[in-house]
Structure formats: structure tokens, C-alpha cells
């Protein structure tokens, strides 16, 4: 399965660099602000928007590599094939969501915001660009998902 590894690793390298690109941007905030006296105009705005690019990859990554919140109490309960046919249904709950919401919700977004041309105030770039991280992720998620369960039947 060298393909999941392949998307980890590169997922995982995207999320390190919009993690260092956030903090060098903040510290150039810091910077302008307190050492110049003139503070950056698009420093927040970018800081805004390369969180919701970690935080959503992040959840990507993070359901890649199975590490959800995830309460199991109840599970545990059950003997191994109930829990097993559990797993898959929430797995399945999960890509329902992920297609639904993100996917197909996500595109609808992108679509809207790129059609009515809506752009960022201080950057002045098209919001679709910032919203496209939606289906990407969703993308992401479902593939992970699918593959878990394949994986697991096995």
C-alpha cells in the first residue's frame, strides 16, 4: 500500500510547511508592529487563512492515520466482530459526511464564491482558493476511509 504512504508523507509535508509559513508570517506581524510601528496589512488575514488550511488538512491527516477523538466506551463492550462491524459502519458514517458535507458542499462553496469572484480584503485572491482546502480534505478523508476498511476486511 505504498500509495497511503506516499499521501501521508506528503500531506504531512504540506501541513509542516503551512505551519512554518503561518509562524514566519506571524513573526513578521511581530516584527512590523513592535519594531517598525507600522503593522503588515495582510498579516492576519494570511495567519486566518493558513489555519483553516492546517486545521482542516489536519483532520485529514489525523483520520489518515487514525487518530480521531473517538469515545469507546461502548464498543469495548461488545466482542470482536461486533466491534469490527461497528468500526466499519462509523467509518462509513464518516465518508456519508465527508462526501455529503465536504465534497459536494465544498464544491458548491468554491463554486459560488469563484463565480461571484468574491476576493479577499488585505490579499485581495480569489475566496475559492481558500475554501478549495474543503473538498480537498473531504477528498482525502473518503479515500483514508476506503481504505481502513479494505484494510481491515482483509
Do not use: C
Request: charged letters at 15%; proline letters at 3%; a positive charge.
Amino acid at each position: 500500500m505504498g500509495s497511503k504512504k506516499t499521501i501521508d508523507n506528503v500531506l504531512g509535508g504540506a501541513l509542516v510547511i503551512i505551519m512554518s509559513a503561518m509562524v514566519l508570517n506571524v513573526l513578521w506581524q511581530v516584527f512590523t508592529r513592535f519594531v517598525m510601528g507600522t503593522p503588515s496589512s495582510f498579516t492576519d488575514e494570511l495567519a486566518r487563512y493558513l489555519m483553516i488550511w492546517a486545521g482542516i488538512l489536519g483532520a485529514a491527516y489525523v483520520a489518515g492515520k487514525d487518530m480521531h477523538v473517538a469515545i469507546d466506551v461502548l464498543p469495548q463492550r461488545f466482542n470482536k466482530a461486533t466491534q469490527k462491524r461497528l468500526s466499519a459502519a462509523v467509518k462509513i458514517a464518516v465518508i456519508l459526511f465527508a462526501i455529503s458535507v465536504m465534497v459536494i458542499g465544498g464544491i458548491r462553496l468554491v463554486y459560488i464564491t469563484f463565480v461571484l469572484e468574491q476576493l479577499s480584503p488585505a490579499l485581495q485572491i480569489p475566496l475559492a482558493y481558500v475554501y478549495l482546502v474543503i473538498p480537498i480534505s473531504g477528498l482525502l478523508i473518503v479515500y483514508y476511509k476506503i481504505t481502513d476498511i479494505l484494510n481491515k476486511s482483509e
